[in-house]
T-cell receptor, first 112, second 112 residues
Framework: KAGVTQTPRYLIKTRGQQVTLSCSPI?????VSWYQQTPGQGLQFLFE???????NKGNFPGRFSGRQFSNSRSEMNVSTLELGDSALYLC???????????FGNGTRLTVT | SQKIEQNSEALNIQEGKTATLTCNYT??????LQWYRQDPGRGPVFLLL?????KEKRKERLKVTFDTTLKQSLFHITASQPADSATYLC???????????FGKGTRLSVIA
């Protein structure tokens, strides 16, 4: 099976812009989670979706949003970008609720 | 407040020795704990899962222990090799509908 695919791999945006990141989970995986990774904070949980419903949400401002489509693909959106949003954004899928996460290689977002 | 602490940011050991990494948690009651490996520029990769009723789990040169009284997990790599150099992350999930949360990781360097 193909692994988790995230696009784009790299992105450079300017403060105030918005960005949309995409994630295709492993075929058959209905759960998708998103994490932000920075050197100082490590992996911070953003959202978790299952069958198009948001199951959990992390402690991030409303500028961060996400959704999941009927084919389990997911997108996350960050509006009004700030310099501090520069990070590696990781998406992961899982087969069942308590099974391990399978991560993509992330989208490296740089905000200038 | 809830915390997951991996007590070493970085650990250097000689090839052939056993590496021991520690994960301590506060104010969680995890049903299980997981360990992941992350290489630079890549997403984390799942290694091992240990449940609350298990004391120890092994996989090839890897061994994980879980002490719910001490609120601690230890991760051992025996006969370490330079290829084991990576960042190792512990993660846990409370019972119920909660997300998987990660420690900040320990960067292991195995020196030949």
């Amino acid at each position: 099976k193909a692994g988790v695919t995230q696009t784009p791999r790299y992105l450079i945006k300017t403060r105030g812009q918005q960005v949309t990141l995409s994630c295709s989970p492993i075929s058959g995986h209905r759960s998708v989670s998103w994490y932000q990774q920075t050197p100082g904070q490590g992996l911070q949980f953003l959202f978790e979706y299952f069958s198009e419903t948001q199951r959990n949400k992390g402690n991030f401002p409303g500028r961060f949003s996400g959704r999941q489509f009927s084919n389990s693909r997911s997108e996350m959106n960050v509006s009004t970008l700030e310099l501090g949003d520069s990070a590696l954004y990781l998406c992961a899928s899982q087969e069942t609720y308590n099974s391990p996460l399978h991560f993509g290689n992330g989208t490296r977002l740089t905000v200038t | 407040s809830q915390k997951i602490e991996q007590n070493s940011e970085a650990l250097n050991i000689q090839e052939g020795k056993t590496a021991t990494l520690t994960c301590n948690y506060t104010n969680y009651s995890p049903a299980y704990l997981q360990w992941y490996r992350q290489d630079p520029g890549r997403g984390p990769v799942f290694l091992l899962l240990i449940r609350e009723n298990e004391k120890e789990k092994r996989k090839e040169r890897l061994k994980v222990t879980f002490d719910t009284t001490l609120k601690q997990s230890l991760f051992h790599i025996t006969a370490s090799q330079p290829a084991d150099s990576a960042t190792y992350l512990c993660a846990l999930r409370n019972s119920g509908n909660t997300p998987l949360v990660f420690g900040k990781g320990t960067r292991l360097s195995v020196i030949a």
